[in-house]
């Protein structure tokens, strides 16, 4: 039987240009390589699942590998790639700090520094997770990163840059990873849905991106999990079931409901949603944030700025041509107003109806005759 590998490991990038969406580093680093430029100490932060321990093993095999390509990509074919690729270079050290973070960690390695690699031209150590290494470690290390022997480089990852103190700072190039944009994710989806033979619906694979926030490797997972439960092939409905996201359509239908302020309609559909088991403070952020997107749908220019597939946008499009901008501003505030006291209120559905009552009035309003009525 073919053991199952999760799609985080099986489709991590082996190349400098197979990393997405962080082309300022890994140009950066290529020409360094290239220009034989290189740092003794790199230093690469930013945000979990953004291809930092990814960035680093590919920098360490492209160091030492024999026959660069002629865009400064490893070879892949070399002794030393070969055994970097096997698991088994006795060139390239990595340490994750995360679980092996005392002082005598550190000084096992530092040991090993002092000898000149036998084959090849670097050692290098990685230190992964490198804000996790006690006090004593860190400062066991410092002595080396002060004054490394020519053939060592170190690479650091952290994701918490403000833990490494100013004189490890100093010492190494710093590289800054991007969380990755929500297209280049859902881009990305789809190429390993094609390579899984899996067939995918374009808005499925948006929203997973969302959901991932930047992180690619989260974006895998999520994608890893709903296969599972849907499939060879993913349907949009499949992914907001399994992750609990309230449909695009449904704010669209409120919306639509809010606009010709039919009160009736839109507290059903609210009494809907509780009964789905959904939460009504997401609910008044998720439709603010539905308002958000229609006001930058007012004009065609700025609907690029929505992270959704085409076919959506085109919905917003329509449904903001509707809505006036001043409408969108009273509601948004309306909405803005429910978040804040939200949790203060001591009956919360109550508070969320309220203001979609207050949403349909201001939609539209009573004409003067009922007003006086009233008064
Ligand atoms: N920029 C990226 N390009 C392509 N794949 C990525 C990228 N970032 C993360 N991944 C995917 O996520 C997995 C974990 O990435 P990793 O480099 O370990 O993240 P980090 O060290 O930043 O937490 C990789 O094996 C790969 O599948
Ligand atoms: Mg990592
Ligand atoms: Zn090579």
């Known amino acids: ?17 197979t990393v997405v969406g962080q082309g300022h580093i890994t140009n950066t680093l290529k020409n360094a390589i290239r220009n034989n430029h290189l740092a003794q100490a790199f230093l690469f932060c930013g945000p979990r699942g953004v291809g930092k321990t990814t960035c680093a093993r590919i920098l360490a095999k492209t160091i030492n590998c024999q026959f660069l390509t002629e865009t400064n990509e490893a070879c892949n074919t070399c002794e030393s790639c070969v055994s ?3 698991g088994q270079s006795l060139n390239i050290f990595e340490l994750d ?10 000084r096992n390695l530092v040991d090993q520094v002092r000898f000149a690699p036998a084959s090849g031209k670097y050692k290098i150590y990685i ?7 006690s006090n004593a470690a860190f400062n066991a290390f410092l002595k080396t990163l002060e004054e490394p022997p ?17 004189t490890i700072l100093s010492r190494c190039q710093i590289f800054d990873f991007n969380r990755i944009q929500v297209d280049d994710i859902s881009n990305h989806l789809l190429y390993v849905a094609g390579m899984e033979g899996i067939t995918a619906d374009p808005d ?3 929203i997973i991106a969302q959901k991932a926030d930047g992180a690619l490797r989260d974006s895998l997972s999520i994608f890893d999990q709903i296969v599972s439960f849907a499939g060879n092939n993913l349907t949009y409905k499949d992914v907001i079931n399994n992750l609990s996201i309230l449909d695009y359509e449904y704010y669209f239908r409120i919306t639509d409901d809010l606009r010709v302020g039919n009160i009736p309609k839109v507290l059903l559909a609210f009494n809907e949603l509780l009964s789905d088991g959904f939460d009504g403070h ?11 997107d229609l006001l930058v749908c007012q004009d065609q220019a700025t609907v690029s700025l929505l992270e959704v597939s085409k076919n959506t946008k085109e919905k917003y499009f329509a449904q903001a041509q509707l809505t006036s901008p001043q409408l969108l501003l009273k509601l948004l505030d309306i909405c ?27 939609s539209n309003p009573m004409p003067a005759e009922e007003k006086k009525m009233l008064n």
């Open 127 to 133: 230190i992964d997770e490198v804000h996790m290494l």
């Open 84 to 86: 970097f690729n096997g």
């Open 204 to 206: 499925a694979l948006h």
């Open 150 to 166: 020519s053939y060592a480089i170190f690479i650091l990852a952290t994701t918490e840059k403000h833990k490494i103190i100013p």
């Open 97 to 106: 700090a995360a679980s092996n973070n005392s002082v005598e960690d550190i």
């Open 282 to 292: 997401s609910f008044i952020n998720g439709l603010a944030s539905h308002f958000r």
């Open 1 to 17: 039987m073919n053991q199952f590998v999760v799609s985080a490991r099986k489709y991590r990038p082996a190349t400098f240009d």
């Open 336 to 362: 803005n107003r429910c978040d804040l006291d939200y949790r203060a209120a001591k009956n919360q559905r109550l508070h969320v109806e309220l203001a979609l009552i207050r949403m349909c009035t201001a």
